[in-house]
């Protein structure tokens, strides 16, 4: 089993920025590709941001140069960088990893970031 362990939402003003945290533990060399997936009200899931093992990332088109993420492997947790934050990134922040076997993938708990003046 895995376990992830989010940190870091809260509420930020209209051009701010936080930085998100998961923490991976458990058989950390089951899972790969990590990622964040964020879900507004109303609207579906939708891929944030993803990093393979080379180190290429990929992003959603709304959050390129304004999003970050990256990985510290010795503490087992990856990041997302999240600058010039608008009203329009409101919504709960999931981490996700890809797992070879059941159960394929791996969800932190969820963080609410909310952006307002």
């Known amino acids: 089993q895995v376990q992830l362990v989010e940190s870091g939402g809260g509420l930020v003003q209209p051009g701010g920025s936080l930085r998100l945290s998961c923490a991976a533990s458990?058989?950390?060399?089951?899972?790969?590709?990590p990622g964040w997936y964020r879900q507004a009200p109303g609207k579906q899931r939708e891929l944030v941001a993803v990093?393979?093992?080379?180190?290429?990332?990929h992003y959603v088109d709304s959050v390129k140069g304004r999003f970050t993420i990256s990985r510290d492997n010795a503490k087992n947790t990856v990041y997302l960088q999240m600058n010039s934050l608008k009203p329009e990134d409101t919504a709960v922040y999931s981490c996700?990893?890809?797992?070879?076997?059941?159960?394929?993938?791996?969800w932190g708990q969820g963080t609410q970031i909310t952006v307002s003046s």
């Open positions: 990093m393979d093992s080379s180190g290429f990332t």
């Open positions: 996700h990893y890809s797992c070879s076997f059941y159960p394929y993938d791996y």
């Open positions: 458990g058989r950390i060399g089951s899972i790969y590709l």
